[in-house]
């Protein structure tokens, strides 16, 4: 998989048939905590783990990095980790605002990559919890392999807060997995089993994606499929 690789996944997978027989996470009956709270708690893994997920935006087709911006002015990025995406869009697209919101133990990282990338004047920093709110006033709003960490009930709080947050003309960018229909094998799918062992999410259809924005308040405008485990996904707030 490309976000969870190394000794976490491979212990993890190791207790799936207890995930199978209890419902209950494999990381979390391993750990006694979640994957995020364990990494707030583990800066080593907390780097470890931030530096997979910019690994990742390099490795695989990222339709972020082609997305047309035109007549947008203010970009947020939600759980962008240490700012990989949000340097990516700065630097293609260098007269749009920018924040980069994470968990607070974050923090350091982005600092420090922000600066390292020349943008850490262009780029403002807000450290927080999405599940109690997320920064106001954007126009775009970017959450990049976020929702797939959470199940429905989860997800679902985090688009009600970026739909109180968005603006009326706004649009939600999604990078997420697609399922494709039918029984054919795909790499989304074997992250559907790794999300199951790992955080407790999942992968959702385009129906379930859906289902799920409308529930918070947004229509699916469009899925732009691509080569990798992760399409694009535009929702528009209504």
């Not at 035109?70 to 990025?77: E, F, I, N, P, T």
């Not at 293609?92 to 390292?116: G, M």
């Not at 947050?165 to 494709?180: E, F, H, M, Q, T």
């Amino acid at each position: 998989m490309i976000i969870f690789l190394g000794e976490g996944q491979y212990q993890a997978t190791g207790e799936l048939l207890h995930t199978v027989r209890t419902g209950e996470t494999s990381f979390d009956h391993l750990h006694g905590m979640g994957h995020f709270e364990y990494l707030a708690q583990n800066p080593e893994a907390s780097a470890v783990f931030n530096a997979a997920m910019a690994s990742g935006l390099r490795q695989t087709e990222n339709p972020l990095d082609r997305y047309g911006f035109s007549g947008r002015h203010h970009v947020v990025d939600v759980g962008g980790g240490r700012g990989d995406q949000i340097v990516s869009i700065l630097r293609a697209n260098p007269r749009l605002k920018r924040i980069l919101f994470d968990l607070p133990q974050v923090a350091a990282d982005a600092r420090a990559y922000l600066k390292a990338s020349g943008v850490a004047d262009r780029c403002e920093l807000r450290t927080g919890s999405a599940f109690e709110s997320i920064p106001r006033g954007g126009d775009v709003y970017v959450m990049s392999r976020v929702l797939h960490d959470w199940p429905d009930d989860k997800a679902a709080l985090l688009l009600a807060n970026c739909r109180k947050a968005i603006s009326a003309d706004g649009i939600l960018l999604i990078r997420d997995s697609v399922l494709p229909k039918g029984g054919a094998a795909s790499l989304a799918k074997q992250m559907d089993l790794t999300m199951l062992i790992m955080t407790g999410g999942l992968e959702r259809s385009e129906a379930e994606w859906r289902t799920l924005l409308r529930a918070a308040g947004f229509d699916l405008a469009s899925v732009r499929r691509t080569t990798s485990p992760f399409d694009l996904i535009e929702a528009k707030p209504v």
